[in-house]
């Protein structure tokens, strides 16, 4: 158990690894700030701490999606278009696209075009 009932996140609460830190090994031990033992639980508690803060607005949360500019221009959504490739095709269009200084998408939008344009 975290003992921290107060707003997350706890000002005294500091995980930070630096260069000197190994955790390579399940025997070694980490601890917060207040010399609390970090283990599953203390996760557990601490995500749950998260949820809780959420869901009672203490913490704000976007509810935008992450900002694309849009395609058209305008303020408007621009839908997406997915589909499955081979690896290897894949890893062709990556080459190419990085050759050309744009986006897998960029790539893959101009060949869309060019198809329906000449269909």
Known sequence: MTGH????PPEDIELALDHDSDIDSD?????????NL??????RDAI???????DEGRVPVST???AHPSLT????HSPRVSFR???ELRERAK??????????????RKAFEQFLREG
Do not use: M, N
Not at 5 to 8: D, L, S
Not at 27 to 35: F, N, P, R, V
């Open 5 to 8: 009932q107060a707003a997350w």
């Open 85 to 87: 490739v081979p690896e």
């Open 27 to 35: 025997s070694e031990e980490i601890h917060d700030a207040k010399g």
């Open 95 to 108: 080459a190419r696209a990085e050759q050309e200084g744009k986006s897998v998408s960029a790539l893959a």
């Open 64 to 66: 935008s999606r992450p």
């Open 38 to 43: 970090i283990t599953d639980e203390y996760v």
């Open 48 to 54: 749950s701490d998260v949820h809780r803060a959420i």
């Open 73 to 76: 221009g305008a303020r408007t």
